[in-house]
């Protein structure tokens, strides 16, 4: 067995792939054999094919940069194991190493067990950086192109995020014959000895379901040859919870002088590399739950709600998600806070998953209730649209119903001191236009989603609520529709100003979304039109008659304090040339 190891500038730019015998595979930025993280390497790059004995490399015509190996550059040639070649700042390097558990290793000089609760429960000493690595978790297992790329990825992010661990692995236990199987496994150096984590460590780890650590390098070192011939001096096994990973665990081993001021040999030295590791495993078992689960589900249940279910249900799948043009109000909602709780929740990372989950599962319900399409999770943010799979009678309205909802869902939650979600705020963006909706993506991973300028304009309105201070806003086109449709009862609209959004030529004016008066009392439809009337005046240059009707609208009015703001800087005094257009020096 032979394995092909990309190693980029970062540490997590890294897999390790095995070759299958006389097949030849495709390397590139937009291959099965990915790398993205290289924009030197091509979409398609080299050919690789492994006779048994050595790896032919073939440079593709369409390859823009040379592939150097021994300092040369040479478009086809061969490599034995330990060779490397290097495209762009990527190096590839052919390893002839296997890997499979052994009842051969040597009795530890110490045992011990650390259960989850305990480990949960426990303050990590270095929070922000494990909390930076686990954060990526989520998104690394869902963005995978297929389960082998999941496996790869988690292995990477291990050793990542467990600095002295020299090997990292995914090992289960067939429910067949019993025998362990190593699903994906790497290691930091490349040393030409097989990689033979512990039957013992793993077999009594699923058997008791909790954390255990082996120590072989004890204060009077009885296995030193050992430990000198394996580089080990610690391993660990984690059991992956969830119904989907029942037989799996996570395997480290490594040495405890690899951490700069750790020359201690007690297995409660490796407490925050467990703990780290524990959660990893939790997030990674809830995460193939979740896939499992949406895989068993209708295929289009994920996507879409009941009531757009229904509609769809007569019609042949392929051809209802079929991309095409419509009309589509897009919403963006971005959770606000996030940074904050971190800190607060650096020891209950896992609670702070639930509250995160949590808040975004209020925009995702809302979208779903008004009949909108979940198009895409961006990080902290959600994404939905409506006006596809068919034109919604009421136009833009379930779009501005469904903002209005969640708004008020969190300003609910604000006003309770021991709500989990009332740290947390939200900025929404709304805009209407034409898209191109239905299933896009790539051959191995699809998704139903919106894309043309109109989504790029929503994203932009999201980002601009924190330079206005506004909670809500909607592009002209979404404005113009909800004047002419939305009654009182379900909301309000006022200019905010026209801007030149960062990085754009054309100027925008945007406008809020308010709740009904009897929803928010404290801005009345006559504060309101003060507001506007203020925004008329600027726009005209008529600027001190805009610094008074400002000066009538409510102190507690966040949004007032942009234009006043930018009244101030100014002297008061309209620059040469204005003409009613204010630039936004950042997205």
């Not at 419509?326 to 971005?334: H, I, K, P, Q, T």
């Not at 805009?431 to 991973?445: E, M, P, S």
């Not at 102190?555 to 942009?562: G, L, T």
Request: charged content about 25%; some cysteine; hydrophobic content about 45%.
């Amino acid at each position: 067995m032979a394995d092909l190891i990309a190693q980029g500038n970062d540490v997590a730019q890294r897999w390790r792939r095995p070759l299958p015998l006389d097949q030849t595979v495709v390397l590139g930025r937009s291959s099965t054999w990915t790398t993205a993280w290289d924009d030197r390497i091509s979409r398609a790059h080299v050919e690789l094919t492994w006779n048994g004995k050595s790896l032919r490399v073939c440079q593709l015509p369409a390859a823009r940069n040379p592939v150097f190996v021994g300092g040369e550059a040479a478009a086809d040639f061969q490599i034995l194991p330990g060779d490397h070649f290097v495209i762009g700042g990527t190096s590839f390097t052919l390893a002839v190493e296997r890997a499979f558990a052994t009842v051969a290793l040597p009795q530890p000089a110490q045992q011990q067990a650390f259960s989850a609760q305990y480990l949960r429960r426990m303050r990590y000493r270095h929070a922000d950086q494990r909390i930076e690595i686990l954060s990526r978790l989520p998104e690394v297992v869902s963005s995978a192109a297929n389960e082998f790329d999941q496996h790869v990825r988690v292995i990477n992010l291990l050793l990542a995020g467990v600095p002295r661990a020299e090997a990292a692995a995914l090992v289960s236990v067939s429910s067949h014959d019993q025998a362990i199987e190593v699903r994906h496994w790497d290691r930091r150096i490349l040393t030409g000895e097989d990689f033979q984590p512990s039957d013992r460590l793993i077999r009594e780890t699923l058997r008791r379901r909790e954390s255990l650590v082996h120590v072989w390098n004890a204060a009077n070192e009885p296995n030193a040859a050992f430990t000198a011939r394996q580089g080990v001096d610690w391993s660990c096994c984690v059991p992956v919870p969830g119904a989907s990973s029942a037989g799996w665990a996570i395997y480290l081993s490594g040495k405890f002088a690899a951490e700069p001021g750790s020359e201690t040999s007690d297995p409660s030295d490796l407490k925050d590399d467990l703990k780290f590791t524990e959660l990893a495993a939790s997030t990674f078992g809830s995460l193939r739950d979740l896939r499992k689960l949406e895989h068993e589900r209708a295929s289009l249940s994920q996507f879409f709600s009941p009531i757009v279910l229904e509609a769809l249900a007569a019609e042949d799948p392929e051809v209802a998600l079929k991309p095409r043009e419509a009309e589509v109000s897009v919403l963006f909602c971005d959770l606000r806070g996030f940074a904050r709780a971190s800190e607060k929740l650096a020891t209950d990372l896992l609670g702070l998953l639930e509250r995160v989950s949590s808040a975004l599962g209020i925009a995702t319900r809302q979208i779903c209730q008004q009949g909108g399409v979940l198009g895409d999770f961006h990080g902290d943010s959600v994404m939905g649209f409506w006006g596809w799979p068919f034109a919604l009678a009421d136009g833009v309205l379930p779009a501005a119903r469904a903002a209005l909802a969640i708004r008020a869902e969190f300003a609910a939650a604000s006003r309770r001191p021991d709500d989990p979600l009332a740290n947390f705020r939200v900025g929404i963006g709304i805009a209407t236009g034409r898209a191109v909706a239905g299933k896009i993506g790539t051959v191995d991973q699809v998704k139903v989603t919106a894309f043309g300028p109109v989504v790029n304009l929503a994203s932009r309105l999201e980002e601009m609520t924190k330079t206005l201070q506004a909670s809500l806003l909607v592009d002209p086109a979404t404005a113009t529709a909800l004047r002419a449709r939305m009654s009182p009862e379900i909301g309000r609209l006022r200019r905010v100003a026209r801007v030149r959004p960062y990085g754009l030529e054309q100027p925008l004016e945007v406008s809020e979304l308010l709740p009904p008066e009897r929803e928010c009392s404290w801005l009345t439809s006559v504060h309101v039109a003060e507001y506007e009337q203020a925004l008329d005046e600027l726009c005209l240059g008529r600027w001190q008659s805009a610094f008074e009707h400002l000066h009538r609208v409510p102190a507690e009015d966040r949004v007032k304090d942009f234009l006043t703001m930018f009244i101030v800087q100014h002297n008061r005094t309209p620059p040469e040339g204005w003409n009613g257009v204010i630039p936004l020096s950042s997205k």
